[in-house]
């Protein structure tokens, strides 16, 4: 397969529209193109089942929604699932990045590096004042005896980067407080 040159070198989430619809997922962070694999199974079921725990919990002025791109100046990253404000403006493209209060990623093999260095620090650029990451998979810096999933929440600080808020593994019950209340057990994620 033959990809289109972008124009001026740097891609952009308009030459996204010129990409097949091949069962590949097209993202553009920091001007580059990001192609990766369609999520399997396992990271499906486990971001239906959180947009489902979050569906219950979220205020009436935020929506969920998975998979969609959010815009940060001519980027478009696409995180596996997000609480916006709504009504949502919708151009066809993806949703405006202040609308965004939440961002999930669910980091897969292919998906390690962005997911943990680089689009957290694009999503805290952009002002998305929430930042959540789940390990399905085992990981460095895992603790011993922790069960997978491991869920860290992020919260986005002074500086313009995001602070650890909680680590919680399988089988532990958390309440976050923000950007609204939410009580889980990321062990009832995956079936």
Same mark, same amino acid.
């Given at each position: 397969? *033959?990809?289109?040159?972008?124009?001026?070198?740097?891609? !952009?989430?308009?030459?996204?529209?010129? @990409?097949?619809?091949?069962?590949?997922?097209?993202?553009? +962070?920091?001007?580059? /193109?990001? +192609?990766?694999?369609?999520?399997?199974?396992?990271?499906? @079921? /486990?971001?239906? $089942?959180?947009?489902?725990?979050?569906?219950?919990? *979220?205020?009436?002025?935020? +929506?969920?929604?998975?998979?969609?791109?959010?815009?940060?100046?001519?980027? #478009?990253?696409?995180?596996?699932?997000?609480?916006?404000?709504?009504?949502?403006?919708?151009?066809?493209?993806?949703? &405006?990045?202040?609308?965004?209060?939440? *961002?999930?990623?669910?980091?897969?093999?292919?998906? !390690?590096?962005?997911?943990?260095?680089?689009?957290?620090?694009?999503?805290?650029?952009?002002?998305?004042?929430?930042?959540?990451?789940? #390990?399905?998979?085992?990981?460095? $810096?895992? @603790? &011993? $005896?922790?069960?997978?999933? *491991?869920?860290?929440?992020? #919260?986005?600080?002074?500086?313009?980067?995001? #602070?650890? !808020?909680?680590?919680?593994?399988?089988?532990? +019950?958390?309440?976050?407080?923000? &950007? =609204?209340? =939410?009580? =889980?057990? &990321?062990? !009832?994620?995956?079936?």
């Amino acid at each position: 397969m *033959v990809l289109p040159v972008p124009r001026g070198g740097r891609w !952009t989430a308009t030459d996204l529209d010129q @990409l097949p619809e091949n069962g590949l997922r097209y993202e553009v +962070v920091n001007g580059l /193109l990001v +192609v990766t694999a369609a999520p399997n199974i396992r990271h499906q @079921l /486990l971001i239906q $089942g959180l947009g489902r725990a979050l569906d219950d919990a *979220v205020p009436p002025w935020l +929506v969920t929604l998975p998979g969609v791109g959010v815009l940060i100046g001519e980027d #478009e990253p696409i995180p596996d699932l997000i609480a916006a404000i709504g009504p949502i403006e919708w151009d066809g493209r993806g949703i &405006p990045a202040g609308q965004v209060k939440l *961002v999930v990623e669910v980091v897969s093999k292919s998906t !390690t590096l962005q997911d943990r260095m680089v689009k957290p620090v694009v999503y805290a650029e952009a002002g998305i004042p929430h930042y959540w990451r789940l #390990e399905i998979n085992s990981f460095k $810096g895992q @603790l &011993p $005896g922790e069960s997978l999933p *491991v869920l860290f929440a992020y #919260e986005l600080g002074g500086d313009q980067t995001y #602070e650890l !808020t909680h680590r919680v593994a399988a089988g532990d +019950v958390v309440t976050l407080r923000s &950007p =609204f209340e =939410f009580t =889980f057990d &990321p062990g !009832t994620l995956l079936p």
